[in-house]
């Protein structure tokens, strides 16, 4: 039985009650989990009665331990009854000036902090500008042109001179006012002419020579140019031209399409590629507006947060961070040592992140609450069953097991109306 004392803000103050029958049953537990410690003169170790282990050590020996075999389940029924959505772990104390005796019930005080009513944000004054989801010619040309380049060969030049486009392997020594400079001198540099990867002007005078010609190359460094004392200033780079190639691209026909799918026809494989490239294209434009809409949300949330719900969702944040760290082979702790970072300070880096997604799920759920968005059992059951498929396709067993063994259908009500809530809010913000 639960007692609500008081409620301010988002700090609440309950009392619970453990009956007489519950604790003498948690004592029995507790006795029969401990009994092995005690030693008592003419009794195996383990095999003495409770009452002369009692007797001995003291009368309320089990009570301790008994409360602590009750708090959890007994606090999870009392937050359920009074219907509180907790944030915090809440502190646990025996109510102040109550005698403890036997055969009575045992009053604990408990105070935790709850999930505040959070105010309705101005959600309807969102507006955000629609991301093109239009597929076009080039982007179709683009993708092909991708798998051409994986199917590509380089083909060596000894009989004309270099163009545009050309690889070059090149050997170069470069000097100022006739002094070799750091950084300046390479052998065996692979090089694309047109690639601009060379300091401006090097690469337009590579053009027209032939293989094997070594050249004065003369260009003057960017007055901008990372290494300070090499700014503004005119090089001289000797250069020996020891390869040309260039990128052989196949050609896109019925073969092609063989080499790099499962369709015979060029036509059959641009149907599918514009098919999947429209997919794409779709789902990265309602990515980039449901990130638009939640940096709108985020925005308009300036009520407070209590510190209960900023440090649970830090916790979250770090959990994953830890567990990509495992799939690498890595512990937090060994991170935070070879990056030589301070716990609490490591802990912060996570701080404004953890702010920033808890305004964005808070609006969220406001806007949900006013809008009277909800799940059904029905979608919440087809939302199981795609997951399951998605987890074990082609395992009609383990489908089955994953939909059975789910001791919560919660998570996936949650997730239903996030969804149907930024399915709103696109359909909301998005002026044609």
């Not at 500008?129 to 798998?147: M, N, S």
């Not at 901008?224 to 050609?251: C, M, R």
């Amino acid at each position: 039985m639960a007692k609500l004392i008081n409620k301010e803000g988002y700090n609440v103050e309950f009392e619970m009650e453990l009956t007489p029958e519950e604790i003498k049953k948690a004592e029995d537990i507790v006795f029969k989990k401990t009994r092995h410690q005690f030693t008592i003169p003419g009794f195996r170790k383990g095999h003495a009665p409770r009452k002369l282990i009692e007797n001995m050590y003291g009368k309320g020996l089990f009570f301790e331990d008994a409360v602590n075999e009750l708090l959890p389940e007994a606090y999870r029924k009392a937050v359920e009854e009074l219907d509180l959505d907790v944030i915090d772990q809440p502190t646990i104390e025996f109510k102040e000036d109550e005698e403890i005796e036997e055969n009575k019930p045992v009053v604990l005080n408990v105070k935790v902090d709850v999930r505040p009513e959070f105010e309705t944000i101005d959600y309807k004054s969102i507006e955000i500008e629609p991301v093109e989801k239009e597929l076009t010619d080039e982007d179709i040309e683009q993708a092909i042109e991708r798998e051409q380049k994986s199917l590509a060969r380089m083909i060596s030049v000894d009989d004309r001179p270099v163009e545009e486009g050309d690889t070059l392997n090149i050997d170069y020594k470069g000097t100022i006012d006739g002094e070799a400079f750091e950084g300046g001198t390479a052998e065996g540099q692979s090089l694309v002419i047109g690639s601009n990867t060379f300091i401006p002007g090097f690469e337009d005078q590579l053009i027209g020579k032939n293989l094997g010609d070594t050249v004065e190359v003369k260009t003057t460094f960017p007055e901008d140019y990372h290494a300070e004392e090499l700014a503004g200033k005119e090089a001289v780079f000797e250069t020996t031209i020891n390869e040309i190639s260039y990128e052989e691209l196949p050609k896109v026909d019925d073969e092609f399409v063989k080499d790099i799918s499962e369709f015979d026809t060029l036509e059959e494989y641009k149907a599918d590629l514009t098919k999947k490239l429209q997919e794409s294209k779709e789902n990265y434009a309602k990515n980039e507006e449901n990130q638009k809409i939640m940096e709108k949300v985020a925005e308009l949330m300036t009520q407070d947060i209590p510190n209960g719900m900023i440090e649970s969702a830090i916790d979250n944040q770090i959990d994953n961070f830890a567990r990509q760290l495992q799939m690498q082979g890595m512990d937090l702790k060994q991170f935070t040592e070879m990056t030589g970072q301070d716990p609490q300070k490591f802990r912060d880096t996570f701080r404004e992140g953890a702010i920033n997604s808890l305004k964005v799920e808070i609006g969220m759920d406001t806007i949900a609450k006013a809008e009277k968005i909800e799940a059904t059992d029905a979608e919440v059951d087809e939302k199981i069953k795609e997951m399951a498929e998605e987890f074990f396709p082609n395992d009609e067993a383990e489908q089955k097991k994953f939909a059975e063994g789910l001791e919560s259908k919660e998570y996936f009500k949650e997730m239903i109306v996030r969804e149907k809530t930024m399915d709103f809010m696109r359909e909301l913000a998005i002026k044609a």
